[in-house]
């Protein structure tokens, strides 16, 4: 499996930006994906996640309301909006996935990962 990530950019505070990921390779087997991001000088960190069938999503709790996670089979990818951009949010953004069909999203430990995409948040 390999995956994607595109749509990062520079935006001003207030802004949003969508983020894709396309996976591709073995994809007619059942996975979850999930986004994360690593600031400059941070740990990368867990930004949220969606099931197989897009029917459970799972987020940070700084993510709340802000971002959203989807994604679209027909076409193999996985979206990230992201409203209310602050700051704070410029990283590098990265999706991966795992082979799981179930809709427990947390502490899952995914396999696959993609290169990321650069957000920068202006002030």
């Known amino acids: 499996v390999q995956l994607q990530a595109s749509g990062g950019g520079l935006v001003q505070a207030g802004g949003s930006l969508r983020l894709s990921c396309v996976v591709s390779?073995?994809?007619?087997?059942?996975?979850?994906v999930g986004w994360f991001r690593q600031a400059p000088g941070k740990e990368r960190e867990f930004v949220a996640a969606?099931?197989?069938?897009?029917?459970?999503?799972y987020y940070a709790d700084s993510m709340k309301g802000r971002f959203t996670i989807s994604r679209d089979n027909a076409k193999n990818t996985v979206y990230l909006q992201m409203n209310s951009l602050k700051p704070e949010d410029t990283a590098v953004y990265y999706c991966?996935?795992?082979?799981?069909?179930?809709?427990?999203?947390?502490?899952?430990?995914?396999?696959?990962w993609g290169p990321g995409t650069l957000v920068t948040v202006s002030s």
């Open positions: 969606v099931s197989w069938s897009g029917g459970t999503t």
């Open positions: 991966a996935a795992v082979y799981y069909s179930g809709s427990d999203l947390k502490e899952r430990e995914y396999n696959y």
């Open positions: 390779g073995r994809t007619w087997g059942r996975y979850a």
